[in-house]
């Protein structure tokens, strides 16, 4: 499967943006669609994800509230709705397919990624 990000650009503080990662193939059932951040500098984090066959979603303690992960299975499409953005959200956003909540950096368990999307928020 192939991932492909989109979305990406600027969004003033406060304001919400939405990314999508589609995909060339459907994912397994058992497979989880997670959502990371990197800023340069910084380890790469992973802020929400959702499995593709329970719905059961994860979200980090830094995005909680604020941003929401769904999936279009139909259209073999994922999605992060950014909600109350702030200037910590900025960073380039990956979309990624692999086993368990995307609760680390992704390395272990994320095998296949999308490009990447840019985000920034601004005052």
């Known amino acids: 499967v192939q991932l492909v990000e989109s979305g990406g650009g600027s969004v003033q503080a406060g304001g919400s943006l939405t990314l999508s990662c589609s995909g060339s193939t459907s994912i397994s059932s058992d497979h989880w669609m997670g959502w990371f951040r990197q800023v340069p500098g910084k380890e790469r984090e992973g802020v929400a994800g959702?499995?593709?066959?329970?719905?059961?979603?994860y979200y980090s303690d830094s995005v909680k509230g604020r941003f929401t992960t769904s999936q279009d299975k139909s259209k073999n499409t994922w999605y992060l709705d950014m909600n109350n953005t702030n200037f910590e959200d900025t960073a380039v956003y990956y979309c990624?397919?692999?086993?368990?909540?995307?609760?680390?950096?992704?390395?272990?368990?994320?095998?296949?990624w999308g490009q990447g999307t840019q985000v920034t928020v601004s005052s």
């Open positions: 959702i499995c593709t066959g329970s719905g059961g979603t």
């Open positions: 990624a397919t692999g086993v368990g909540a995307p609760d680390g950096d992704g390395s272990e368990c994320f095998g296949i």
